[in-house]
């Protein structure tokens, strides 16, 4: 039970990370140029359903927290590969980790 409470709060984390890095330091780009902000939108979302979900398990099974744990951490990889190698066209990936060269 434990270890997947640990892996949530890290998936949690990642997610907190990725929305703090991205509004208040840089840009993170998937290359649809204003239409990354539908993606800033997705991964919001994300966040807050994952933290309320979170918070209301907090007593609940192991089973529910690996569940979160799966799913959440499966959507932040596929986010973090959409902002990295696959870009859309408007800013193709040039080899830096999310964020486009200004």
């Known amino acids: 039970m434990k270890f997947w409470k640990i892996a949530n ?3 949690l984390s990642i997610q907190f990370i990725i929305c703090f ?3 208040f ?4 780009s998937f290359g649809w140029g204003l239409g990354d902000m539908l993606w800033y939108g997705l991964i919001y979302l994300l966040l807050i359903i994952h ?15 690996q569940l979160m744990t ?3 951490l499966s959507i ?3 986010i973090c590969l959409k902002a990295t190698i696959w870009r ?3 800013y193709p990936w040039n080899g830096n980790l999310f964020y486009e060269n200004q």
């Open 25 to 28: 330091f840089k840009h993170i």
């Open 9 to 11: 709060a890290t998936a």
């Open 88 to 90: 859309g066209v408007e």
């Open 76 to 78: 932040t990889i596929l």
């Open 51 to 65: 933290f309320i979900l979170t918070i209301t398990s907090k007593n609940k099974k192991a089973k529910r927290f």
């Open 70 to 72: 799966i799913i959440f």
């Open 21 to 23: 890095t991205g509004t």
